[in-house]
């Protein structure tokens, strides 16, 4: 369900440190979190996230943790391209807000494209 990895890092944060949860769906509110609504492509939403981090003294981030995944249920060969995309476009949008030493977590799913994917990542 989309918020679930914010109930863990909120959990996980020293007090008074930003999460902040960017899902397509609606993210039930989750006390000591901010959730987006909002395409991790899009202008929008980086808008919503520096605005949210000035908001609250924040100037990068320690971690970004990535879970974002299409709808499953057809064909796998197409969702997993589907979802190497979208590590793609996350690890786009984390290089505009992590930390120097900051940490990138993310699911990658094991298909052809894997080490490509990967090596992508390691770059």
Same mark, same amino acid.
């Given at each position: 369900?989309?918020?679930?990895?914010?109930?863990?890092?909120?959990?996980?944060?020293?007090? +008074?440190?930003?999460?902040?949860? *960017?899902? @397509?769906?609606?993210?039930? #509110?989750?006390? &000591?979190?901010?959730?987006? /609504? =909002?395409?991790?492509?899009?202008?929008?939403?980086?808008?919503?996230?520096?605005?949210?981090?000035?908001?609250? +003294?924040?100037?990068?981030?320690? *971690?970004? @943790?990535?879970?974002?995944? #299409?709808?499953? &249920?057809?064909?796998?060969? /197409? =969702?997993?391209?589907?979802?190497?995309?979208?590590?793609?476009?996350?690890?786009?949008?984390?290089?505009?807000?992590?930390?120097?030493?900051?940490?990138?977590?993310?699911?990658?799913?094991?298909?052809?494209?894997?080490?490509?994917?990967?090596?992508?990542?390691?770059?």
């Amino acid at each position: 369900a989309p918020g679930g990895w914010m109930q863990v890092a909120v959990q996980r944060v020293p007090v +008074g440190h930003l999460v902040i949860g *960017v899902d @397509l769906a609606p993210i039930a #509110p989750i006390r &000591g979190a901010f959730a987006v /609504q =909002e395409d991790i492509t899009r202008t929008e939403c980086k808008s919503k996230i520096k605005k949210l981090m000035s908001q609250n +003294g924040c100037r990068a981030f320690d *971690v970004i @943790l990535h879970d974002g995944s #299409p709808n499953i &249920g057809g064909a796998w060969a /197409q =969702e997993a391209m589907s979802q190497n995309a979208l590590v793609i476009d996350a690890v786009k949008l984390a290089t505009q807000f992590l930390a120097p030493k900051g940490i990138f977590v993310t699911k990658v799913f094991r298909s052809q494209d894997y080490s490509s994917v990967v090596y992508c990542l390691k770059q």
